[in-house]
């Protein structure tokens, strides 16, 4: 069974400060998503990285593959209100067919 | 472009009762895979289908049913409904290239509560 650990479970900050979330497994994946979710609907696809080593920018939010291709990160910087929110990961298995999440990092940015 | 729809949006069922919830895939999606998210934890795969069969199932009783139209829209079934089912229930859709999911774009999900 693929397992993904995902930390912290919650981070509350001030705007304008910096912060990461990581996303652990002892499996492999052959790629991996992150999303963000807001209450009572459904995750927003933010990035999916596919090579080992990947780092890929969203414009604040730099997102980052393990070598391995068994861990990722998540790094805001300049974090606004407007981030908040439930962060995922979820690893795609070798077909794609299935997604294993994590269990969210929520996300609280003060003003 | 229509995203993945779902319906209903909420639903209250009592104990024993059975529920179906509906989704409709992104347009140019064949597969419609189904989530549970129980609150404050991460989504649990239920199962997939793809060409009107159920591909992949997760961990999930056979009281958690499913079917996929030609139009590829799918429904999800549960009998016998237990208090633990209270969830908010995600549909994603994706397109099988090669017999490889792409990216999987998720509904705006059904919330059902139990009582």
């Known amino acids: 069974t693929q397992l993904l650990e995902q930390s912290p479970q919650f981070l509350s900050i001030q705007e304008g400060e910096n912060l990461t979330v990581y996303c652990n497994s002892s499996?492999?994946?052959?790629?991996l998503q992150w999303y963000r979710q807001e209450p009572g609907e459904g995750p927003v696809l933010l990035v999916t990285?596919?090579?080992?080593?990947e780092v890929k920018k969203l414009k604040r939010l730099t997102f980052q593959f393990g070598d391995a291709r068994k861990d990722s990160s998540l790094h805001i910087t300049a974090a606004q209100p407007g981030d908040t929110g439930l962060y995922l990961c979820a690893g795609a298995s070798t077909s794609g067919s299935r997604l294993t999440f994590g269990e969210g990092t929520q996300l609280t940015v003060n003003p | 472009d229509a995203g993945v729809t779902q319906s209903p949006t909420h639903l209250i069922k009592t104990r024993g009762q059975q529920v179906t919830l509906r989704c409709s895939p992104k347009?140019?999606?064949?597969?419609v895979s189904w989530y549970q998210q129980a609150l404050g934890q991460g989504p649990q795969f239920i199962f997939q289908?793809?060409?009107?069969?159920?591909?992949q199932r997760g961990n999930f009783p056979d009281r958690f049913s499913g079917h996929q139209f030609p139009n590829y829209s799918s429904e999800l079934n549960v009998n016998a409904l237990l208090l633990g089912d209270s969830a908010l229930y995600l549909c994603?859709?994706?397109?099988?290239?090669?017999?490889?999911?792409?990216?999987?774009?998720f509904g705006p999900g059904t919330r059902l509560l139990v009582l």
């Open positions: 994603a859709s994706s397109l099988a290239v090669g017999g490889y999911q792409e990216t999987q774009y």
């Open positions: 347009s140019g999606h064949d597969t």
């Open positions: 289908y793809y060409e009107e069969e159920e591909r």
């Open positions: 990285v596919v090579t080992g080593g």
């Open positions: 499996s492999v994946f052959s790629s």
